[in-house]
């Protein structure tokens, strides 16, 4: 015991046993400092399942509280606390039974939770000895970006997130947190229901149910909805959502997307000058989803879609890559899918007729043709013909849908632009079974020394088969 009369301080340190506060409820080995302006103390302090180290500690009758202090909450593990705070502000309040604790300074994550493997810079958590559990909390005028959780655990690589509230049971080593306005896991911000993630014991977080994703956090092209998704790292996810896709015709539908994952960003010239200022990964979150022929998924005017679209966090457009059916009702036998894909940049739906196979893998037949058995003419429109009937006309060029003139057409693009004169048209409007065509035909099969060129415009119909 040292007394300093001219300060008034009368400082005591104990030798062996601690000192004893509060009834017995609290002991503080180090030295207490008594004087006409209260009671001060050094040392660690041990109360309620904690151990509250600190250089400045104060005490009252019914409070005491520590800054800068190192504080734990106890555990049956020795080497591993319930709750451990670095740099910390900690008030007891007797009376009420609770403490609360707060870092020193703001924005820093000086909380931290050892078994849920996570640490905190939320600006205020109480710890209520009664229900042991600690609720913590943010203040509104506080900016979210000052409040933030992260994980220690090494394979999540350094997930973390803002949020407004969560409360952490010491019990089961829960914790709720809430008020999360997104969580970024690669190029993805992912909001969970409610703002809500609950956290397990060793940093497991549940299954994210009904949740938002926007894709990419740059550009926010892609907006999903109830996905369920689980967030396996801070650069991977899994599960699965549902994307509204809005086809040529701004009609809206609903894809199921699945099988997220990270796959290159291939370079354009664009994300190069993104890339100069290092604002573009190098990884990108693409998702899958695919459509049935039964869901009758309309992709553009009079063109029906089945197959896998792809979507890529960087690309506006999703990618396509399957078969369009032609909405036609009034050819016969009528049933063929056309492989198709595109990237998604196409301001319409163009096949290029001359390369392009059924579902099977077969020609598209398209045009005039002389029946073998009847010496007939008859027309095709993307039906078949007969293997052995010779062509007396074929279209060529880019089959579309006019929806100026309501016709499915097979042309030359340069010659409906009127940027030259010579090219096939074959013109079928489905409401009327009327054919257009013109270009070159074939009378018939020449010989070495002698054929005839030739060039026709005609029109015909359908089901009439009037030419």
Do not use: C
Not at 182 to 189: H, K
Not at 346 to 355: A, S, T, V
Not at 382 to 406: C, I, M, Q, W
């Amino acid at each position: 015991m040292k007394w300093f009369p001219k300060q008034d301080q009368m400082k005591i340190r104990n030798t062996d046993v601690p000192f004893n506060f509060y009834d017995s409820t609290a002991q503080l080995t180090g030295t207490i400092t008594v004087s006409k302006s209260g009671l001060t103390g050094i040392g660690k302090l041990e109360t309620r399942g904690s151990e509250l180290r600190s250089r400045e500690m104060s005490f009252s009758a019914k409070d005491f509280g520590a800054r800068h202090a190192r504080f734990k909450a106890k555990s049956a593990d020795p080497s591993k606390p319930l709750i451990d705070g670095t740099d910390v502000r900690v008030k007891f309040n007797l009376a009420q039974n609770y403490a609360d604790i707060s870092p020193e300074i703001e924005g820093e994550a000086a909380i931290e939770f050892p078994f849920a493997q996570f640490k905190t810079s939320i600006p205020n958590a109480r710890w209520d000895f009664s229900t042991q559990k600690i609720t913590m909390t943010k203040n509104p005028d506080v900016p979210i970006e000052n409040s933030y959780f992260y994980t220690t655990r090494k394979d999540l690589d350094s997930l973390s997130f803002n949020a407004e509230k969560a409360v952490y049971d010491l019990k089961t080593q829960q914790m709720l947190v809430s008020g999360i306005p997104y969580i970024t896991v690669a190029d993805a911000r992912i909001t969970p229901e409610n703002g809500e993630v609950l956290i397990l014991e060793n940093a497991k977080i549940g299954t994210l149910k009904n949740t938002t994703i926007v894709l990419d956090t740059l550009n926010g092209y892609h907006r999903l909805t109830e996905g369920v998704v689980d967030v396996i790292s801070r650069k991977e996810f899994s599960g699965y959502a549902t994307y509204q896709y809005v086809n040529f015709l701004k009609d809206t539908f609903a894809i199921k997307m699945t099988d997220f994952h990270l796959e290159p960003v291939v370079e354009t010239e664009q994300t190069k000058k993104f890339q100069r200022r290092k604002t573009v990964a190098s990884m990108q979150t693409v998702g899958v989803g695919h459509v049935t022929e039964e869901e009758k998924l309309v992709l553009g005017a009079g063109m029906f879609y089945k197959g896998d679209l792809t979507m890529f966090a960087t690309k506006p457009a999703l990618q396509l890559t399957g078969f369009v059916k032609l909405d036609l009702k009034k050819i016969k036998d009528y049933n063929a899918w056309i492989q198709y894909s595109q990237s998604g940049d196409e301001p319409e739906i163009l096949i290029n007729f001359d390369n392009a196979l059924t579902e099977d893998g077969k020609k598209v037949d398209a045009g005039l043709h002389f029946s073998a058995l009847e010496n007939d003419l008859y027309i095709t429109f993307l039906n078949d013909k007969g293997e052995d009937d010779d062509d007396f006309f074929v279209p060529s060029g880019t089959l579309h849908y006019d929806t100026a003139s309501r016709e499915y057409k097979i042309e030359d693009r340069e010659k409906a632009a009127g940027n030259k004169l010579s090219g096939k048209v074959f013109a079928y409007s489905d409401e009327t079974t009327q054919v257009r065509f013109e270009g070159p035909v074939n009378l018939f099969k020449g010989t070495k020394d002698f054929n005839v060129t030739a060039a026709a415009i005609g029109s015909g119909n359908i089901q009439t088969n009037d030419i």
